[in-house]
């Protein structure tokens, strides 16, 4: 008796069901459940004599307040909505008000990154188009703009300022690190540190956006798709940075002016550390207006990844040819496992934990098992060629990173294929990939603290 | 007596393991459930249920599906899991720590 066909309330029903669909934070299925709910409530109350509009009145107030309602399903599917922080700030007057403030605090500290990369100028250090650049810009290219980037996510989420007083130390820690050890020009070990520095640093960074809240895994998990979605926005910055700069240069050209010294010196240092602000307000602010794109091209590449890896070991094992090992293919193998997981960690940050295992699933896991397999082989060459020449620190730090990635796609293939069985619940795999996080940044910051004196700068 | 609205929060989630141990069931007969338990002086907010329950689901305490109902309608229906027998069993302790903490000084303290 949950159905009232022919009477009023049936298109009172409808009319509460639209207005609860309007709720970002309520699905679909969500709204089927809360739906038949007030059927069975309805189907008591009139059982028990009331009329349908006494019901239906009563029903929904049982409901509770569709506000409160939506904001507690907003606080367990974050998921779902941390673009719009709606659970931030419900008044949209106050919003409008920071927005503003926002525009020009934004704007402050994309001027100010802008700035800082200037600052060594004011030292000798140049940036010349017809010169090479100097080193200390690569090993500190991420303490430009990391810390005021912290600085915005520090007032965006108004945490206290003695509480994040502490975040200056991994800072500080960074910059003595890039710039105390006396590497030789172009040393293996200085270009190592040029590359793991913002990898260590991101969490940093990270522990400003989640407010030094560390332990709870949705903030986290927020934190990844932040990250993914700000790369995909600075790449699409950075190609309508290439059109601008093709421009002035033509333009200027034209009329016998080179313009190589700006382009060279101030356009393309700023605006790349500017528009890392830019792009990471963006991505908070926008992400209601575009949907997410990290999870897009995660379910269009995977199947594609999926089958160029299953066609690259068929044809291995056809024709035996052996990996040939040069310089860059270890590396090259720890790029492809950096994708496989990356793969993976935004498939399981847009799925819906609740939804059963699919077809998605079991391709995941084809994929990260021949992924493993892929690298099994690669990694059986390089320890041959590592046994015949000897550890440098280049081949160091990609053995170390290759192991790790290896242990976290083990780990996935482990939770998939029990998921897939129905032995455990998707949680299971989210909280495996979120706990892992640190283990990238710990081991980058291993590799820059430690690697340059262990391998005597070289 | 209406139950402070804390106090209906705190003894959400061992309630809801509790009535599924006892069998599987749905929202809305779960709160029916609490009613009749608590003889009426439970009261929730209907709708608040629904979070609680899909967190607990996220946690794999309880593991939910969707199937008919003797009327025909889909209805998703929750059954407790090992995990959430083993959480039960883990809350109750702890209630009845409080319990015993709060029977030994009101039989001293205001005997009724």
Not at chain 2, 5 to 32: C, E, M, R, W
Request: with cysteine; net charge neutral.
């Amino acid at each position: 008796m949950t159905s009232f066909a022919g009477q009023p309330l049936e298109g009172q029903i409808a009319e509460w069901r639209s207005f609860v669909r309007r709720r970002q934070a309520l699905h679909g299925p969500d709204v089927e459940e809360l739906e038949g709910h007030l059927r069975d409530q309805l189907a008591e109350l009139t059982e028990a004599g009331l009329s349908g509009d006494e019901a239906f009145l009563v029903a929904v107030k049982r409901m509770g307040n569709l506000d409160a309602l939506s904001r507690e399903f907003a606080l367990e599917h974050s998921e779902r909505l941390w673009k719009l922080l709606v659970i931030a700030r419900d008044d949209s007057d106050a919003a409008a008000k920071t927005s503003k403030a926002e525009v020009l605090v934004v704007v402050g500290l994309a001027i100010a990154a802008a700035l800082a990369i200037k600052l060594p100028a004011l030292f000798g250090l140049h940036l010349r188009p017809d010169e090479e650049m100097p080193p200390f810009y690569f090993r500190n290219a991420s303490l430009f703009v990391f810390p005021l980037l912290a600085i915005y996510f520090l007032w965006k989420r108004a945490s206290g300022v003695a509480s994040s007083l502490w975040l200056v130390l991994p800072f500080a820690a960074a910059a003595l690190f890039a710039n105390v050890y006396p590497f030789p020009t172009g040393s293996n070990t200085e270009i190592l540190t040029a590359l793991h520095l913002p990898i260590a640093l991101w969490m940093a960074v990270g522990f400003a956006y989640i407010r030094g809240r560390g332990l709870a895994g949705n903030d986290r998990m927020d934190f990844v798709r932040f990250s993914g979605e700000l790369f995909i926005y600075y790449v699409l910055i950075a190609l309508g940075g290439g059109v601008f700069t093709g421009f002035t240069m033509m333009i200027f050209q034209s009329i016998g002016i080179n313009p190589a010294w700006f382009v060279a010196g101030w356009l393309v240092p700023c605006g790349a550390m500017g528009a890392v602000i830019i792009a990471s307000w963006l991505v908070q602010a926008k992400q209601s207006v575009i949907e997410n794109m990290a999870p897009v091209l995660t379910r269009l590449f995977t199947p594609l990844f999926t089958i160029l890896l299953l066609v690259f070991l068929v044809t291995m094992a056809w024709t035996g040819s052996p990996i040939n090992v040069k310089r860059e293919v270890l590396i090259g193998f720890d790029l492809l496992l950096v994708l496989v997981v990356a793969l993976v960690l935004y498939a399981t940050s847009a799925r819906d934990p609740q939804a059963p295992p699919g077809f998605f699933d079991a391709l995941q896991l084809l994929l990260v098992v021949s992924a493993l397999v892929v690298d099994g082989v690669a990694l059986a060459a390089i320890a041959a060629r590592i046994s015949e020449f000897g550890f440098t620190p280049n081949r160091v730090a990609a053995l170390g990173e290759n192991l790790i990635l290896l242990v976290n796609l083990a780990g996935s293939a482990w939770l998939y294929a029990h998921f897939l069985r129905q032995r455990t619940s998707f949680a299971a795999l989210e909280r495996w990939q979120i706990a892992y996080l640190p283990v990238y940044s710990i081991w980058a910051a291993i590799v820059v603290i430690l690697f340059p004196p262990a391998f005597g700068y070289g | 007596m209406d139950v402070s609205k804390d106090l209906v929060a705190a003894s959400a989630t061992p309630l809801v393991l509790a009535i599924l141990a006892d069998g599987d069931s749905y929202g809305y007969a779960i709160i029916k459930r609490v009613a009749d338990l608590s003889g009426g002086h439970l009261q929730w907010t209907d709708g608040m249920l629904y979070p609680v329950l899909h967190r607990l689901e996220r946690h794999g305490h309880i593991a939910a599906k969707w199937s008919e109902s003797e009327a025909g309608r889909k209805r998703r229906y929750y059954r407790i899991t090992k995990e959430g027998r083993a959480q039960l069993a883990a809350q109750r302790k702890q209630w009845q720590v409080v319990d015993g903490a709060l029977r030994g000084i009101w039989l001293k303290a205001c005997p009724a």
